[in-house]
């Protein structure tokens, strides 16, 4: 699968979230930032998206409209939606991870760097899973375990402003990085025509 380089135009498709609504890849209202996460009930990617609930109404002052994309059927997502101020995509068929080059490999849980990170969320997850607040994850969840995620700013003119495409399982761009680049594409000059 190529991977996608900035400059160019995002696939043309439009997913739906969890309940079918259509969301937009390209936004007249601002810039699109689309998260590829695992699979449904991912502890690191479920950790991963508080953090971007959490800081949802910054984002969103800095015109930053929040997709997250997941392997998993829709019915075994739509639990984990609750609560999110944004909408969860599920791609089963992973036709959107192939558009985008978003990848899998073993490196994305026998990375040493995600070691930490993996830790910290099953903590997380396994005190909301024994309170009843959370669903575990499914034990042979659809598309497996190995997914890596990925990053894009996508412009209102459906040019890829940026892109990460993750090492390991917990390597993504947080909400720091993500208002960094919105701030950059913000005030980035207009490119002029030759001659004009």
Not at 148 to 153: E, G, K, N, R, S
Request: hydrophobic letters at 45%; one cysteine or more; proline letters at 10%.
């Amino acid at each position: 699968m190529p991977r996608l380089q900035i400059g160019t135009t995002a696939p043309n498709l439009t997913p739906t979230d969890v309940t079918g609504v259509p969301v937009p890849v390209r936004s007249a209202a601002g810039l699109v930032h689309l998260q590829f996460r695992r699979f449904a009930g991912c502890p690191v990617c479920n950790l991963h998206l508080r953090s971007f609930a959490l800081r949802h109404d910054e984002l969103r002052a800095a015109g930053v409209l929040e997709a997250a994309v997941f392997h998993s059927p829709a019915a075994e997502l739509s639990p984990y939606a609750d609560g999110l101020p944004f909408p969860l995509v599920a791609d089963p068929g992973k036709d959107l991870y192939r558009a985008y080059g978003v990848e899998r490999g073993v490196r994305a849980l026998l990375d040493p760097r995600v070691w930490p990170t993996v830790v910290r969320s099953l903590v997380r997850s396994s005190g909301l899973v024994l309170r009843g607040r959370e669903r575990p994850p499914a034990a042979r969840p659809l598309g497996g375990r190995f997914g890596l995620p990925a990053d894009f700013l996508v412009g209102s003119d459906g040019r890829i402003l940026a892109a990460h495409y993750g090492a390991h399982a917990s390597d993504h761009w947080t909400v720091d990085q993500v208002l960094a680049l919105a701030a950059e594409h913000r005030t980035a000059p207009v490119a002029r025509p030759a001659g004009a």
